[in-house]
C-alpha cells in the first residue's frame, strides 16, 4: 500500500483558505516520517481540549516578566543568587494540579527550563550544575509535579526551552560554534533526562530561533530536530511533540491573547495564552485577570474550530497565585462542570464558524450550537448539511421550534431579558438523524508566503 503524503500548504494559502487570525508558530518544520504518530495515538489530546500552562522559574523571584535577565542584563552571578529565594518548604506542585482540576483541564504543561537555562529538576547534564536540586531548597520540581499529575490522573506535559543565554554561542552559533556546540550537547542531555526519567505525555518545546533572529524552523541546520526528537521518542513512543524544535510536530501552536475568528482547522492544534493580560507569562505582580465571559468565548471559539485551549499561570516565588486568579480558575471550572460534554470529547462541526455569532461542536449524533451573540444569530439561518435535524433543544432540556426555508434552518430563540442576557455562550443541543463524520486532513504548512 503506498503510503499518501501530506498536501502541502503555503502561510498564504492557509490565510486565504481560511480567512482566520490564527497565526501558526513554526511553519515548514522538517519533515520525518519515523516521527509521524497515527491519528489513534493523538485521539486523548484531541479529546481532552482544556489543558493548564504552568511557568514558574527564577523569573518568578523578580516579577518582571520571565525575559527579566536578558531585558535588564542582569549578570549571571548576579541572577544565579535568586536561586536562594525560590521557592517554598510548604508548597508542592499539588496545588498547580488542584487548580488544573478545578479549571475543568484534562492535561498540563510545566515550563522545565527556560531561556535563563535554570532547570527546575536534578539534571546532571545541566551546565555548571545551575538546577533547583543543586541550589536554594534542593528539590526536583519536576519529579514532583509529574508525580502529582499521575496521582490526579493528569496527563502531563514538559516544557523545555532549547535556548540558553548562559552561552555566548547562542547569540554567535558561526563564529562561536564550538561554545554552541556544548550548549547543543546540554539540550541533547536534559532533553534525555526529561523523556527517560519523567516519561511525559507531551514534550513542549520553545527557543529554537537562534541569536533571537529567524525561528525555530531556520534554526533546524544546527539543532537536528529529528535526531532530537527521535532521542525523545526512544524512551515515550507515542510522545506527543509540538513544532517548536524545528521538526514539524504532532501539533500546531497559536500564541496569545488576540482573538480567534475564521473557519475550523483541519489540523490538530493548540491556542497559547495567558489568563493574565499575556504581557508575561511569568508572574507579575497586580498582572489582571481576564475577564471571565472573555475566557469563556475564547474558549468556545477556539474548541468550535478544532483547536485545544492551553492557559497559561505564572506563580509568584513561592509557587503561589492570587486570589483572583484562582476565583477566576473557580468559574471556568464550574461553567466546564455543567457544559463540559459540549467541549470536552467532541470534534469541531459540521457547521463552520460564524466570527463572534455561532459555532459548533459535535459528538456522533449530538450537535452542540454555540451561540456567541443571540441577537444576531436571530437573523440567521443554519446551513442544510448532509444530515438531517430531528429535534433542537437549549441545553436545559427546553425544546426549540425551528422551521425550514429555502435559505437554510431557521431556529427560533425566544428573546431573553435581564440577567438571561449576558451568559457568554448559549448552547443549542440538535439530534441529527445519523452519526456525523469526522473529517481531518493532513497537511503540510509550508510557512511560505
Not at 216 to 243: H, V
Amino acid at each position: 500500500m503506498v503510503k499518501r503524503m501530506p498536501r502541502e500548504m503555503t502561510g498564504a494559502e492557509l490565510k486565504s483558505m481560511l480567512k482566520s487570525s490564527i497565526n501558526f508558530k513554526s511553519l515548514g518544520g522538517i519533515k520525518c516520517e519515523e516521527l509521524e504518530l497515527p491519528t489513534e495515538e493523538k485521539q486523548w489530546f484531541f479529546d481532552c481540549k482544556v489543558g493548564m500552562f504552568v511557568h514558574w522559574g527564577l523569573y518568578s523571584v523578580l516579577g518582571h516578566g520571565e525575559w527579566a535577565k536578558f531585558n535588564e542584563k542582569i549578570p549571571d552571578e548576579e541572577y544565579n543568587a535568586l536561586a536562594e529565594d525560590f521557592g517554598s518548604e510548604e508548597f508542592h506542585p499539588r496545588e498547580w494540579v488542584d487548580l488544573a482540576k478545578d479549571f475543568g483541564a484534562r492535561y498540563m504543561v510545566m515550563v522545565t527550563r527556560h531561556h535563563d537555562g535554570f532547570a527546575l529538576w536534578d539534571s546532571p547534564g545541566s551546565y555548571h550544575d545551575f538546577t533547583s536540586k543543586r541550589t536554594g531548597l534542593h528539590r526536583d520540581y519536576v519529579k514532583e509535579y509529574v508525580e502529582a499529575c499521575r496521582e490526579a490522573g493528569m496527563r502531563t506535559g514538559l516544557y523545555y526551552s532549547l535556548m540558553d543565554w548562559r552561552f555566548p554561542g547562542y547569540f554567535d552559533p558561526v563564529g562561536k560554534r564550538r561554545n554552541a556546540e556544548l550548549m547543543k550537547k546540554e539540550v541533547y542531555a536534559q532533553v534525555e533526562e526529561l523523556c527517560r526519567d519523567y516519561c511525559p505525555d507531551i514534550l513542549w518545546y520553545d527557543g529554537a530561533w537562534l541569536a533571537h533572529q529567524g525561528s525555530d524552523t531556520s534554526s533546524a541546520w544546527f539543532w537536528e530536530p529529528d535526531k532530537l526528537n527521535k532521542l525523545a521518542r526512544k524512551y515515550r513512543p507515542e510522545l506527543l511533540i509540538n513544532p517548536r524544535s524545528g521538526w514539524e510536530g504532532d501539533f500546531y501552536c497559536d500564541e496569545g491573547s488576540h482573538e480567534i475568528t475564521g473557519k475550523i482547522i483541519p489540523v490538530p492544534w493548540e491556542k497559547n495564552m495567558c489568563i493574565c493580560s499575556g504581557c508575561s507569562w511569568g508572574w507579575m505582580e497586580n498582572d489582571p485577570v481576564s475577564d471571565f465571559n472573555w475566557l469563556i468565548q475564547m474558549m468556545v471559539n477556539v474548541v468550535c474550530r478544532g483547536g485545544n485551549w492551553l492557559v497559561n499561570i505564572g506563580p509568584d516565588k513561592k509557587g503561589k497565585v492570587s486570589e483572583e486568579i484562582r476565583e477566576r480558575i473557580h468559574e471556568v471550572g464550574e461553567w466546564l462542570r455543567k457544559y463540559g460534554t459540549s467541549i470536552y470529547n467532541t470534534a469541531a462541526g459540521p457547521y463552520e464558524p460564524v466570527d463572534n455569532v455561532y459555532g459548533s461542536t459535535f459528538c456522533k449524533n449530538t450537535v452542540y450550537l454555540h451561540i456567541l451573540d443571540e441577537k444576531k444569530f436571530r437573523n440567521l439561518y443554519l446551513p442544510y448539511t448532509e444530515n438531517e435535524i430531528k429535534e433542537a433543544r437549549f441545553f436545559n432540556g427546553e425544546e426549540i421550534s425551528m422551521s425550514k426555508t429555502e435559505k437554510g434552518i431557521k431556529l427560533l430563540l425566544p428573546e431573553k431579558k435581564g440577567e438571561q442576557s449576558k451568559v457568554p455562550d448559549t448552547i443549542l443541543v440538535l439530534k441529527m438523524n445519523q452519526s456525523i463524520e469526522q473529517k481531518r486532513e493532513r497537511i503540510y504548512f509550508t510557512g511560505k508566503e
